[in-house]
Structure formats: structure tokens, C-alpha cells
């Protein structure tokens, strides 16, 4: 029996309580979805003025390791879903017991770790970039002689927003970031020229039944994610082979809640699996103001067990992050912005290169590709 299946009231009733491991800013986004859908949250993090813990009605400060806290995290919620893939499979092996987990442990290990999600891709029928399992300098010169360079290595676990992975460029260089790079064993991926980074979100529920959402086109500044455009300005075939993959990937991980999928999208059309989140993801938080049901909502509905909304876009949208204290600089003149939607964060320090919010620009469907899209993206200073 799966997580997704374990014993438990479903649909969960109104006044029930979800339990969320992390309490980073999509457990608050989650937190205030099901809020919105007549449930509490009981957030579950170590740090005690986490955003999520800001808005939810139980907070529980403790290690992920701590089985205690866990347990009793576990007796006081209907069921437990988690913000972000990094918790430990071990906070898991305790909860699954004891409460039902949605996604549930399948998905959680096979996108903690690059080489499983990898295997897994391909399995599941998206194709992906040449790589190499790496855990020995060894290994790595036997990688390199079968990719080629430049390519880019990787920590197989626990790296994000551009954190933990190296473009080797040249095969002197291989030594220095095969030691520096931690934890191992690592990945080497080839080097991909692609044209468009876009991704897809999917979302299905307990009954297997899925929501795709328009594939989106992103932007990045320092390896962050600094915009996505919705819909992705690319040719409908490319669009609707994203959503495909994305639902597949969903259906082959028994997924329960929300996933993201990123792709490499190549000169000749061609796309390449390049990583899965099996949560909400920033590439969708367009969907709070361009779609009736956004992806936090979708996620709350599946992990409680109750119908998918519509994931059909009312608007087009541009996503832009808030990021560090240049991000925060921009608050208020998007407050001013007529079509403009901003949502903050709540955290303390606008540090460089720290998520603190974002903004939701809306204008009519099917007019970001047009002259008023155009006018849209001069007005915010955005290069089309």
C-alpha cells in the first residue's frame, strides 16, 4: 500500500488539518490555499518565524530527525504533504505509519536524488541530456571522455537555484570541482545549448485523475529564476509535448498533490528533461492570479482528497521574482501597477539572492505574443 492510500478520512471534511513539512514560502502559499478551502495547516519546520509558520494555525519547531516531535506532529494532522523535496527520507519512514503522506516516499526519493530522477525520466519516455554517475576522480575523467566538454557537474542531492554544480570547460579543471563539490557521489551532465528553458505543471489527484497547466518559458539571472512567461511563446506541438511529459511523470510517480517539470528546449524543437519538483514550483506561481484554481490550491485539493479545479488559463502572465533588497526596492511601484498582483513572502532580511516575493503581471489571453504583450514587457523593462 502507498502513502497515497494509506488509511484515512478522505475527502477530508472542513476544519481538518494538513500537516506541511517546511516552512519555507510554498508552505505558505499552501497554507493560505487551504485556508481559503476551509482547512488549518500545522507547519512542521526548524525554524521558528519560517513563513509558513506565519499563517498557519499549529506550528511544531523541531529537527526533521527528531521522531518524538515527529509522532506528535503526526497524531495532531489528517494527513502530511511537504513543501520541498530536500526533507529527509527518513522523516518519512516515521510519519508513513502513522498518518498518511501525499506524494508519499516514491516521489520524494526518486527527485532527492539526480541519478534516480534521471533513470527515471528516461523510463518514463522523456528524453534527457548524456550523463555519468561520477564518485571517484576516476570516474569523472571516464565521464568527461564519454561527454565530452564543456559539461556541467553536479551534487547528486540537495542543490538548488544554481548551488552545487560547476561547468567544467576545460579537463584541468575537473580535479578542483570534483573536491569541492559535496555531497557524493556527483553527476556530470553534458552541456546543453538550449534556446528556451520551460517547464510544465501537473497536478493529480488520489483518484488518478490530472490538471496540466500551459507550459511556461523562463528567464534566469544568476542562476535564479528571475521571469516566466505564460504561455510559453514557443510552437503549439513543443507546448503540448511538455504537458504530455508532465502528466506522464505525474501518473508513473503515483503522484498525489503537484510536480513540476523543467525542460531543455533545443534549437531543432527538440525537448530534454532536465529536472522534477514534486510540489508547487516558482515557474507556477502565475497561476494565483491568471487561473481559477492556482497550483497551491491544486495541491490542497489532491493531498485532501477532493476534485481538481481547472487548470485553464483566464489571462496571460508574466512572473517576475522579487529577489534580494533590488527586488523589494520594485514593491512599490508594482503596487501602483494596474493588472499587477504582488505577493510577499514575510521574511525578515532581503539578503542577496533570497527569494522575498514575487509580482503576477495579467493582461488578455492570447496577447502576450502580440503588440500589447510587447508594450507589457517595455513597461516593465522586460527585454521581449
Given at each position: 500500500?502507498?502513502?497515497?492510500?494509506?488509511?484515512?478520512?478522505?475527502?477530508?471534511?472542513?476544519?481538518?488539518?494538513?500537516?506541511?513539512?517546511?516552512?519555507?514560502?510554498?508552505?505558505?502559499?499552501?497554507?493560505?490555499?487551504?485556508?481559503?478551502?476551509?482547512?488549518?495547516?500545522?507547519?512542521?519546520?526548524?525554524?521558528?518565524?519560517?513563513?509558513?509558520?506565519?499563517?498557519?494555525?499549529?506550528?511544531?519547531?523541531?529537527?526533521?530527525?527528531?521522531?518524538?516531535?515527529?509522532?506528535?506532529?503526526?497524531?495532531?494532522?489528517?494527513?502530511?504533504?511537504?513543501?520541498?523535496?530536500?526533507?529527509?527520507?527518513?522523516?518519512?519512514?516515521?510519519?508513513?505509519?502513522?498518518?498518511?503522506?501525499?506524494?508519499?516516499?516514491?516521489?520524494?526519493?526518486?527527485?532527492?536524488?539526480?541519478?534516480?530522477?534521471?533513470?527515471?525520466?528516461?523510463?518514463?519516455?522523456?528524453?534527457?541530456a548524456p550523463w555519468r554517475?561520477?564518485?571517484?576522480?576516476?570516474?569523472?575523467?571516464?565521464?568527461?571522455?564519454?561527454?565530452?566538454?564543456p559539461a556541467v557537474l553536479?551534487?547528486?542531492?540537495?542543490?538548488?537555484?544554481?548551488?552545487?554544480?560547476?561547468?567544467?570547460?576545460?579537463?584541468?579543471?575537473?580535479?578542483?570541482?570534483?573536491?569541492?563539490?559535496?555531497?557524493?557521489?556527483?553527476?556530470?551532465?553534458?552541456?546543453?545549448?538550449?534556446?528556451?528553458?520551460?517547464?510544465?505543471?501537473?497536478?493529480?489527484?488520489?483518484?488518478?485523475?490530472?490538471?496540466?497547466?500551459?507550459?511556461?518559458?523562463?528567464?534566469?539571472?544568476?542562476?535564479?529564476?528571475d521571469l516566466s512567461f505564460?504561455?510559453?511563446?514557443?510552437?503549439?506541438?513543443?507546448?503540448?509535448?511538455?504537458?504530455?511529459?508532465?502528466?506522464?511523470?505525474?501518473?508513473?510517480?503515483?503522484?498525489?498533490?503537484?510536480?513540476?517539470?523543467?525542460?531543455?528546449?533545443?534549437?531543432?524543437?527538440?525537448?530534454?528533461?532536465?529536472?522534477?519538483?514534486?510540489?508547487?514550483?516558482?515557474?507556477?506561481?502565475?497561476?494565483?492570479?491568471?487561473?481559477?484554481?492556482?497550483?497551491?490550491?491544486?495541491?490542497?485539493?489532491?493531498?485532501?482528497?477532493?476534485?481538481?479545479?481547472?487548470?485553464?488559463?483566464?489571462?496571460?502572465?508574466?512572473?517576475?521574482?522579487?529577489?534580494?533588497?533590488?527586488?523589494?526596492?520594485?514593491?512599490?511601484?508594482?503596487?501602483?501597477?494596474?493588472?499587477?498582483?504582488?505577493?510577499?513572502?514575510?521574511?525578515?532580511?532581503?539578503?542577496?539572492?533570497?527569494?522575498?516575493?514575487?509580482?503576477?503581471?495579467?493582461?488578455?489571453?492570447?496577447?502576450?505574443?502580440?503588440?500589447?504583450?510587447?508594450?507589457?514587457?517595455?513597461?516593465?523593462?522586460?527585454?521581449?
Amino acid at each position: 500500500m502507498s502513502e497515497a492510500d494509506a488509511p484515512g478520512r478522505f475527502p477530508l471534511p472542513p476544519n481538518a488539518t494538513i500537516g506541511i513539512l517546511g516552512g519555507g514560502q510554498l508552505g505558505r502559499m499552501s497554507a493560505l490555499a487551504a485556508a481559503e478551502l476551509g482547512y488549518r495547516c500545522h507547519v512542521y519546520a526548524p525554524d521558528a518565524d519560517s513563513p509558513g509558520m506565519q499563517v498557519s494555525a499549529a506550528r511544531t519547531v523541531a529537527a526533521y530527525e527528531d521522531a518524538a516531535a515527529l509522532a506528535a506532529f503526526a497524531r495532531a494532522v489528517d494527513v502530511a504533504t511537504f513543501e520541498f523535496e530536500n526533507v529527509p527520507a527518513a522523516t518519512l519512514e516515521v510519519l508513513a505509519p502513522l498518518v498518511p503522506c501525499r506524494p508519499g516516499r516514491k516521489a520524494l526519493a526518486i527527485c532527492q536524488d539526480r541519478l534516480q530522477e534521471k533513470r527515471f525520466l528516461a523510463q518514463a519516455g522523456v528524453p534527457v541530456a548524456p550523463w555519468r554517475a561520477v564518485a571517484s576522480p576516476e570516474e569523472l575523467e571516464s565521464a568527461i571522455a564519454a561527454i565530452g566538454l564543456p559539461a556541467v557537474l553536479k551534487t547528486t542531492r540537495l542543490g538548488y537555484d544554481g548551488r552545487g554544480q560547476v561547468v567544467l570547460r576545460a579537463p584541468d579543471e575537473a580535479a578542483a570541482a570534483f573536491a569541492r563539490l559535496e555531497p557524493k557521489p556527483l553527476i556530470l551532465e553534458a552541456f546543453v545549448p538550449f534556446a528556451q528553458e520551460i517547464s510544465a505543471v501537473a497536478a493529480r489527484g488520489a483518484d488518478g485523475a490530472t490538471a496540466v497547466y500551459d507550459a511556461v518559458e523562463n528567464r534566469h539571472r544568476n542562476h535564479i529564476l528571475d521571469l516566466s512567461f505564460a504561455p510559453a511563446r514557443v510552437p503549439s506541438e513543443v507546448a503540448a509535448a511538455a504537458r504530455a511529459h508532465a502528466a506522464r511523470v505525474a501518473a508513473e510517480l503515483e503522484l498525489v498533490g503537484v510536480l513540476a517539470v523543467e525542460f531543455f528546449l533545443l534549437p531543432d524543437g527538440t525537448l530534454l528533461g532536465n529536472e522534477i519538483a514534486p510540489r508547487p514550483h516558482n515557474s507556477g506561481h502565475w497561476t494565483m492570479d491568471a487561473c481559477q484554481a492556482s497550483q497551491f490550491h491544486q495541491h490542497i485539493r489532491a493531498v485532501a482528497g477532493l476534485p481538481l479545479g481547472s487548470a485553464e488559463r483566464h489571462s496571460d502572465a508574466v512572473m517576475r521574482n522579487l529577489v534580494g533588497p533590488e527586488g523589494m526596492a520594485l514593491v512599490p511601484e508594482l503596487l501602483a501597477q494596474a493588472g499587477t498582483s504582488v505577493h510577499l513572502y514575510g521574511k525578515a532580511a532581503p539578503r542577496a539572492g533570497r527569494k522575498m516575493g514575487h509580482a503576477n503581471h495579467l493582461l488578455p489571453r492570447e496577447m502576450l505574443g502580440g503588440p500589447e504583450g510587447a508594450a507589457l514587457l517595455t513597461r516593465l523593462r522586460v527585454t521581449p
